[in-house]
């Protein structure tokens, strides 16, 4: 515990030393909706449209559109953070220093993790505040607690993710291309921009992934939509039960794969 705190405190202390990552970070979600709210006037006249309500639930493309930019920062964290944890340690100079310790990788990535859960949570907060005030998006007391409930199941699954991103940068060095395609398909098989049953083949393949379910949910309680309470808390905790150890387990084979090889700590 110790090890995953101080990893948190650093994380923390080199966030303060560059702050204008702190309003790239909470603007950047909100900057990346607006045009395609725009688009989206432009091509049907308005912010509501009939066929967009038959396929989402609910005709609002704003809120639609903006929960999905906000909630999926948590997704995207953890791959970039944790993705490219141990690589910034190299950047920094300090990855010898941290593999010569007594200190498990896994441990490090569990306080970056965590630090990565802390600050899309701050985030996360000051977007839905500011969306509360300019887009009209409802926040009430009893919405709070079934929030906080998706979400914490779907940041258990993104450590899953996280792990797996980590391993990745392990074995390839550069991983920005692999993980700016896994941005893409997110984009393209989850519900942050659209509905997904607008095709059957994003309908298919979104639903083995968790930030889906924890979208739907998440909408549902902000937005009134009809979902599943059970059903989708309960497809959630299985893929955490999935994912979870996978994701560790890839990480610790990859690590051993790379020190044995001696390309640990290579550019």
């Known amino acids: 515990m110790r090890v995953i705190i101080e990893e948190i405190k650093k994380d923390f202390r080199i966030l303060l030393a560059y702050p204008i990552e702190i309003a790239f970070w909470i603007i950047s979600p909100l900057l990346w909706a607006i045009p395609l709210i725009f688009q989206g006037k432009a091509l049907i006249g308005g912010l509501q449209s009939t066929a967009f309500g038959s396929l989402a639930g609910t005709g609002e493309y704003i809120p639609y559109v903006l929960i999905g930019?906000?909630?999926s920062t948590y997704m995207f964290t953890a791959v970039w953070n944790m993705g490219n944890a141990l690589r910034n340690e190299m950047f920094y100079g300090t990855l010898e220093h941290i593999l010569s310790s007594p200190v498990r990788p896994f441990y490090i990535l569990v306080g970056k993790g965590l630090y990565n859960s802390l600050l899309s949570t701050v985030f996360v907060i000051v977007q839905m505040l500011i969306c509360a005030i300019f887009f009209g998006i409802s926040l009430t007391i009893n919405k709070v607690l079934p929030m906080a409930f998706f979400l914490m199941?779907?940041?258990?699954?993104?450590?899953?993710v996280g792990f797996i991103a980590a391993a990745l940068t392990l074995l390839i060095k550069e991983a920005h291309?692999?993980?700016h395609l896994f941005e893409y398909i997110l984009f393209l098989f989850t519900p942050i921009r659209y509905p997904v049953e607008v095709h059957?083949?994003?309908?298919?393949?979104?639903?083995?992934?968790?930030?889906?379910?924890?979208?739907v949910a998440l909408r549902g309680i902000l937005l009134g939509i009809k979902f599943d309470f059970l059903k989708n808390s309960l497809i959630l905790l299985g893929i955490d039960m999935l994912i979870v150890p996978l994701g560790i387990w890839i990480f610790m084979v990859i690590e051993r794969r790379t020190k044995k090889r001696g390309t640990l700590a290579h550019y």
């Open 153 to 160: 199941l779907l940041v258990v699954g993104l450590y899953g």
């Open 177 to 179: 291309g692999i993980l």
């Open 200 to 215: 059957p083949i994003t309908r298919t393949v979104s639903l083995i992934i968790p930030l889906t379910y924890a979208l």
């Open 69 to 71: 930019a906000i909630f």
